[in-house]
């Protein structure tokens, strides 16, 4: 089965310092990566999704995520935070169809929640 | 604003009744997902909906089940709520149903349910 770990639940930086969310999923077959964001009281938004080719993809927001199949990571960056990005962000797999315990589902981390000081 | 409609936005009811909850897909998608969000269990997929035909299963328990009707809307109905079952509960939607092919999902600000 696939699992997602998001090593850091909280982290706390300051405005316009560069930023990375680390994520580390687990699975004996391919998948496909996601970052979704939570803003206060709102549902989830997607920022930027993995499928194939380049392993550095870019999202909304000046977010980025790099894939990296060694280590089994799919971290989310940004060079340099706003206030309006506090908001919890949230690590997603999904096994593509027709692979080994293929499903439509998503399996998430457990959060991160990101607080931006000024 | 994603497109996706959940009602109500809150809920407050007593341990052993029975609530529903209803979700509005975005125009044109087919399938519906239903998610719960709580504090100790973070976000678990309950199950998922394609053209009225369920697709897959979650964590969803027994007391919990749902289904999607003939205008793609759907809902979930929890029945012999615990104190356990308070959460917040999410509805995505999606086109053709495919996360597994990486298909975006768009969810809806969901229903946050608490259980006297």
């Known amino acids: 089965a696939q699992s997602v770990t998001q090593l850091d639940s909280q982290v706390p930086v300051f405005e316009e310092a560069p930023v990375e969310l680390r994520c580390n999923y687990s699975s004996s077959v391919s998948v496909y990566l996601f970052w979704y964001v939570q803003y206060p009281n709102q549902g989830l938004q997607l920022l930027l999704k993995?499928?194939?080719?380049?392993?550095l993809v870019k999202g909304i927001n000046g977010f980025e995520a790099e894939f990296n199949k060694s280590q089994t990571s799919f971290h989310l960056r940004k060079p340099s935070v706003h206030i309006s990005d506090t908001a919890e962000y949230f690590c997603a797999v999904s096994v593509p169809r027709g692979g080994q315990g293929g499903s439509e589902k998503l399996v998430f981390g457990k959060g991160t929640k990101l607080t931006v000081n000024p | 604003d994603s497109g996706v409609t959940q009602t109500p936005k809150h809920l407050i009811t007593a341990t052993g009744q029975r609530v529903t909850l209803r979700c509005s897909p975005r125009s044109g998608d087919l399938s519906v997902y239903w998610y719960q969000q709580s504090l100790d269990q973070g976000l678990q997929f309950l199950i998922q909906?394609?053209?009225?035909?369920?697709?897959a299963k979650g964590n969803i328990l027994e007391r919990f089940s749902a289904q999607q009707f003939p205008d793609l809307h759907s809902e979930l109905n929890l029945s012999s709520l615990e104190l356990g079952d308070s959460a917040l509960y999410f509805c995505a939607s999606s086109p053709r149903g495919l996360a597994g092919f990486g298909e975006t999902q768009y969810f809806g600000p969901g229903t946050r349910l608490l259980v006297l």
């Open positions: 909906y394609y053209n009225g035909e369920e697709r």
């Open positions: 993995y499928l194939s080719g380049s392993t």
